[in-house]
């Protein structure tokens, strides 16, 4: 199986900041990576596919890189509904795997 | 725009068979667009994909699950749905009932809700 690290774990951050979440491949992915937003008791939400690309609806300051296997999540601007945690995910290859998740953190 | 529900019991004993359904509303399950899946998340912990069912009836579930999984379709209706035998503790977790779109990248569009199932005598 692939398996995708993220990092950090959970970072702390204000309304307003600038925060960057990486994943990590084992292997290479291409640019199968999609990124996912859960807010506590709800389930996942898409927000980013194929490591760049938007979804329909989703704010701007939501972006998505790849360099080689390593992906990130960036987040511009914090807006209180952000603070969620998110998960990485690959569909490069099955069985689909996820990242362990990174939780942001009012601070 | 897709809707997904997941039922079934809230609590299963160690050693039985769970049983979920995922009812889908906005579009038919027969669809050539999707593949329907089974995602889970312990208490606390990340998510791990169990597997899906398309159309056809064709089906790939998670090597780590050992076979114990079953997946199925009812297309009168509209729903489809998840076996999963031997259950232990370890088992215990929010599943969620997925769309999974087959464009050229693939991703997991839509999500229910979660149902918790706990295994516990």
């Known amino acids: 199986d692939i398996q995708m690290t993220q990092s950090p774990s959970s970072l702390s951050a204000s309304v307003g900041d600038t925060v960057s979440i990486t994943c990590r491949a084992s292997?290479?992915?291409?640019?199968?990576l999609n990124w996912y937003q859960q807010r506590p008791g709800k389930a996942p939400k898409l927000l980013i596919y194929?490591?760049?690309t938007l979804r329909s609806g989703v704010p701007s300051r939501f972006s998505g890189s790849r360099s080689g296997t390593d992906f990130t999540l960036t987040i511009s601007n914090l807006h209180p509904e952000d603070f969620a945690t998110y998960h990485c995910?690959?569909?490069?290859?099955?069985?689909?795997?996820f990242g362990q998740g990174t939780k942001v953190e009012i601070k | 725009q897709l809707q997904l529900q997941e039922s079934g019991p809230g609590l299963v004993k160690p050693s039985e068979t769970l049983s979920l359904t995922c009812t889908v509303s906005?579009?038919?399950?027969?669809?050539?667009?999707?593949?329907w899946g089974w995602i889970r998340q312990p208490p606390g912990k990340g998510l791990e994909y169990i597997g899906g069912?398309?159309?056809?009836?064709?089906?790939y579930d998670n090597p780590s699950l050992k076979s114990r999984v079953t997946m199925s379709l009812d297309t009168s209706k509209n729903q489809f749905s998840l076996k999963l035998t031997s259950m232990t503790a370890a088992d215990t977790a929010i599943y969620f009932c997925?769309?999974?779109?087959?464009?050229?990248?693939?991703?997991?569009?839509?999500w229910g809700p979660g149902t918790l199932v706990t295994v516990s005598s």
């Open positions: 997925v769309s999974d779109f087959w464009s050229g990248y693939p991703y997991f569009d839509y």
């Open positions: 906005g579009d038919s399950i027969t669809s050539s667009r999707y593949y």
């Open positions: 069912i398309y159309n056809s009836g064709s089906t």
């Open positions: 292997q290479t992915i291409s640019s199968y």
């Open positions: 194929a490591a760049s």
């Open positions: 995910q690959q569909s490069y290859t099955a069985p689909r795997t």
